[in-house]
């Protein structure tokens, strides 16, 4: 069974920075799309950043130049580096992932649980 496990969330004052994890389970073999999504208190939940397997990137322009998506190839890693944080980058972020299993299947659209981060004073 897939399974994507997100961490590095906490309680963050605002301007500081934290450094989120989307890890994969051993039956995960490749990593392909990986994105973050987010969903602040009351709201649907949005797209923050993605990444290809290639590198190629995408960052939602109410963070671009706050926050970079990074990939380990090597141990199915994807990062959201987030520096400068407002009050409303307040959500639970979540990672989203295609990929592919040890057993060779191909996997489409796997969600984490998702980790709270808190921007506040």
């Known amino acids: 069974q897939v399974q994507l496990v997100e961490s590095g969330g906490g309680l963050v004052q605002p301007g500081g920075s934290l450094r989120l994890s989307c890890a994969t389970s051993a039956s995960t073999f490749n990593l392909y799309f990986v994105a973050w999504y987010r969903q602040p208190p009351g709201e649907q939940r949005e797209l923050v950043a993605s990444?290809?397997?290639?590198?190629?990137?995408y960052i939602a322009e109410p963070v671009k130049g706050r926050f970079t998506i990074s990939r380990d190839n090597n141990t199915n890693t994807v990062y959201l580096q987030m520096n400068r944080l407002k009050s409303e980058d307040t959500a639970v972020y979540y990672c989203?992932?295609?990929?592919?299993?040890?057993?060779?299947?191909?996997?489409?659209?796997?969600w984490g649980q998702g980790t709270q981060v808190t921007v506040a004073s």
């Open positions: 989203n992932a295609d990929l592919r299993t040890a057993d060779g299947e191909i996997s489409y659209d796997n």
């Open positions: 990444i290809r397997y290639r590198g190629n990137t």
